[in-house]
């Protein structure tokens, strides 16, 4: 059975990925899913604790966020679904870059967020297959996508 | 003399464009710009004037961001540098789709921002060719870029 | 064994998929086949069932196609082999939507059609490499170019 | 200033082409609209007046259907943006073919159709920036993309 | 005005390319042509010429085919249509060639050639738009192509 | 371990593909072979036995021409390596068909003749990463490129 | 489980490719490892070996270097991470422009090299979303790219 | 008349960028050249004039680096032919990554160097469809390419 690929771009301080991998798991729906390192703090560290200290905050984060780089492009560009989630905290300007990304390398994108972020995310939803608002809602999609019922 | 197309993509709140465009064009730079549209209000409304109103704000918003998206499509993809400057206030998540979506056409990106939002923008940074801070910058490395000296 | 990857597009309202199915299966041909969702209801009212009701008629089937372009994309994208068959009913746009899409994607597209529709599929059919008006012929067309034997 | 390339295709039964054009003109829009062979007939029987006739129908159809992709798939190609109408006669599959063909190369898509077909084009419509029900909803968008205005 | 880039093909011992200039011409058709370098002698001695003999006639060869490559490439990539023609003498294999090289970058391909090559250029000739068997039959598919009339 | 890919093209009245995947079979090379269908008969004839008999010609090699392209054009965009051999007898445009489409793709290419074609292949030898006379020196090739020795 | 493919590319005179397998292995990371020839004398002779000799050293080496080609292409195509090393030894052109041919395919770079070379390789590091000096530091990265964690 | 795109890249130190300009001009061949920024004192210091220094001589090196891919990006894009010359002078890494990142975008490439470098260029010179060794060379290349006589 063919094996569907699923990026998980986007918020990493709620448990919103486990919710999706273990409702689709009791779904037996065929993904496998990928997304960035959602350790923080690793993700932040990462340039820092591989290739050395930066004096200046500026090259630090850049090394950390080119190394992070490797894993993601290679996910997106793997992936036949991605799905971003916005969440209630932080810019997040990383989770609009990867669904620019993905549109531009004609992904089918699934958007997640709560209505408090829809004016500001019109531009995003637009180049987005769904506009979701929780996880039953994506794991729907994901098993309409795949088993063709609900 | 070749042209070059050089997209401002991002903050529509302060007169950032007005100033390269006008320093470029002291320096006699042969740049055509392209830019979304900056009429805020309009940017918003542009769905609801020409293919009449919506009752629910995420289609009225959602009419208004593709109508959006013919212009800004064609104008990345025409585009040999794409600079995107992100500003004080609001979410900016167009912004940052602009340069995910830049960056898979493989165009030259350069990113415009101030201190503030350094580490907020280490992926978006990181895709960029040049991290730039006020429009002196931005105008010194289309100078270099096109005619080789400073 | 390599397994060849077909896409099934177009009517919904007979069984051609299964005669196909089961004509290519007792040739033991290795063929995974992916077709749109063929529920014709359920396929137009998947947007309404996941993402809630419209009030209005458009922005309901807006939903609906746009999830469904999510598995019909990706099967699209993933073919070897586009098969697209034109019925006696209804409008089918999106059966010639789909055979534009394959075509520019460069995909080998067989086209399935009585003599009625001959002359209104012409473009269609220019773009085929094969026109075949029934099961038999299909069956032939992927039993040679699989097993290259009749 | 540049020069924006709109392709026009779809129905050749009523004068919506020239209405735009005329609309376009007036507004001194820098547009060049290039559109399929509009000359039914002509259309029709490209084929056997250029390479001689045939016996068979489908022949007959196949090589004018090949000689007129000539034409429309270096204007889609070529084209900013694809408008496609749909009329109210005849199957039309070739717009669909055509806005299939678009959609795949990334183009930026108009529709315009009147509500009677609404139901029967929403995958077509589910790909398009824009949906419209006459000329001056496509030459609003088309000034407002172009100018920033309206 | 457009003007159209076509690519002439193939037989460089008699004047065809000549002939369709000249009709093409009289037609005001806005035409550029490109050819390969149709000059016979220097084109088999380019390499010898420029970059010195070789003893080896195997790489005598190879160095002069390498550097007419760089028109032939660069021409059938800026083509809008490419015409091959087939003429009596000959393996003309660099000719099937930049037909299979053309139809890969989804070039619109015309051929010519007489009766006689029918059935050995029947798979060269699957992949073309239209097959011709002299001028007047490639002038008019030109003048439709560009004019929409004959 | 991985699977290559090589497409076997060109010549089909000598037995060199058996050749070749004896060798490379007693080699114990990881290599899936593709090809044509070899059986002349039955590829000239394929278009007549599974779509009907025409009474031109030309039609009667179109259609089995297109229905072989199915094949072809599947195995070449699927290719790691593509091998084209040119043998005596026949013109054989259709391999140089296949080398041309193979070369704009980006395979890896390896031509096969003796030294009496040497002179008319120079432009497709031109495109190749070996010119080769003989089943061992493909044979060669392929183990020196999987196993990196000889 | 996912595999991924690592080309490394450059550096023939040392161990650095066996001590990141061993490393990588010890780890249980599920990497397949691909590499150019890096028998010196083999890779050099390669071309004579099995096409035979040439007089012209010039095309000695050409002949060798495409041979080469053959197995560097498609590992380079098929790979999701290059790693190019740039030793002490020799010019390395060939390691600079893999970088140059991964880049222009978008894949994820990875460079190593000691600081001797760090001013010279300045815009081949640019490239990179890693620059490293040692294996430990280029298996980190992998570690944490597959893993996730350090 | 057409304008031929030219990328002059390699070597900064002598003049013979200069030498081909004058003599193309004097030849009246229509090419518009392009060129990395030859003066090395400000190439190496872009970074640092326009966006400020660096304590750390890897990130001086790596923004002026950046900035410089502005300008060799968007040349090579748009040329086409990239002639790559390989001077006696330095590692010129920079120069060898132009001439993968160019084949890897199928441009038409010419390489420049004297024998001393022949062995160490081989790979390079692989990817070649000329190899020169004085200014003489190239210019009767460019002048049979554009004007097809010399």
């Given at each position: 059975?063919?094996?569907?690929?699923?990026?998980?771009?986007?918020?990493?301080?709620?448990?919103?990925r486990?919710?999706?991998?273990?409702?689709?798991?009791?779904?037996?729906?065929?993904?496998?899913?990928?997304?960035?390192v959602?350790?923080?703090?690793?993700?932040?560290?990462?340039?820092?604790?591989?290739?050395?200290?930066?004096?200046?905050?500026?090259?630090?984060?850049?090394?950390?966020?080119?190394?992070?780089?490797?894993?993601?492009?290679?996910?997106?560009?793997?992936a036949?679904?991605?799905?971003?989630?916005?969440?209630?905290?932080?810019?997040?300007?990383?989770?609009?870059?990867?669904?620019?990304?993905?549109?531009?390398?004609?992904?089918?994108?699934i958007?997640?967020?709560?209505?408090?972020?829809?004016?500001?995310?019109?531009?995003?939803?637009?180049?987005?297959?769904?506009?979701?608002?929780?996880?039953?809602?994506?794991?729907?999609?994901?098993?309409?996508?795949?088993?063709?019922?609900?």
């Open positions: 059975m063919k094996q569907w690929n699923v990026y998980l771009s986007g918020e990493i301080h709620s448990d919103w486990e919710q999706i991998k273990k409702q689709v798991s009791s779904q037996n729906l065929p993904i496998v899913f990928t997304s960035p959602t350790d923080h703090e690793l993700s932040d560290d990462c340039g820092l604790k591989i290739l050395g200290s930066e004096n200046d905050k500026f090259w630090h984060d850049h090394k950390g966020a080119k190394i992070n780089t490797i894993r993601t492009k290679i996910a997106i560009k793997n036949d679904i991605v799905i971003v989630r916005f969440g209630d905290k932080y810019k997040q300007w990383n989770a609009a870059f990867d669904a620019g990304f993905a549109t531009a390398l004609n992904k089918s994108l958007i997640m967020h709560n209505d408090d972020h829809q004016h500001a995310l019109k531009e995003v939803d637009a180049a987005a297959l769904a506009v979701t608002k929780n996880v039953e809602e994506v794991v729907n999609i994901l098993k309409y996508t795949i088993d063709g019922k609900l």
